[in-house]
């Protein structure tokens, strides 16, 4: 099938991040194709209770659409979250929480705000390969001004969709393929090829363990040019 943006089935959407959008550490301005994402990375001198005395850190993650992000205009989550939008902000603190030790953060949080400006799909997977470019660069900056020792990485993280449209398998699903799809999967990986976490459903038909090899192996491809993006944008040698 021949995609709307021209892109062949195994082809990541083109991916623009912003270090310097905000004068703040730890900001990223990140765009893959239509889908744009702000990303915040912030630090709070203390830890949930179930951390207190224990020295070691934690990363959570905040997610939210803003109304004009897509057609129809989406309601605030002001007083409640939906369920959908607490998964996500859970798999994102997850999925971050996988790149770096946080036994070597002290008692600190670092709160990641994910804001989606424009919805074109892969709004989470988006806001995790960002994210980690936030975190990383706020940690360089606590590295700069001595409050850390080094920056504590475990593994570069990055995240990215794959899926089944109308027969064909493709990477990186715009709103449109997803909408369309049979089988929808994303990915979060590091970058010596271990899960982090994997997210399949079939939406209009089961799928077979072949077909979802297929997707890993397609989706493992997007998230080595991801963090290849990453370490040339955080400046880290390859």
Known sequence: ?????????????????????????????????????????????????????TGTGWITAEYSMLPGSTQERMLRERAK???????????????????????????????????????????????????????????????????????????????????IVEGELLLDLTYEEDSRAWVDLNLVMTDDGKLVEIQGTGEATSFSKEELDHMLELGWKGIRELIEIQKTILGVER
């Open 81 to 163: 979250v939906s369920g959908r939008t607490y998964e996500i902000q859970r798999l994102i603190g997850r999925s971050l929480r996988a790149g770096f030790f946080l036994n070597e953060l002290g008692e600190r949080t670092i709160w990641v705000d994910c804001d989606v400006l424009q919805a074109d799909g892969g709004t989470r997977t988006a806001s995790i390969t960002a994210g980690f470019i936030a975190v990383y660069d706020l940690l360089r900056h606590l590295k700069e001004k001595g409050e850390i020792e080094r920056i504590p990485l475990r593994n570069f993280i990055a995240s990215v969709s794959a899926g």
């Open 1 to 53: 099938m021949e995609r709307q943006d021209g892109r062949k089935p195994e082809e990541l959407r083109k991916v623009e991040v912003d270090l310097e959008f905000l004068k703040k550490p730890g900001t990223v301005l990140y765009r893959q194709g239509d889908t744009v994402v702000l990303v915040s990375a912030s630090i709070q001198n203390s830890v949930p209770p179930f951390l207190t005395g």
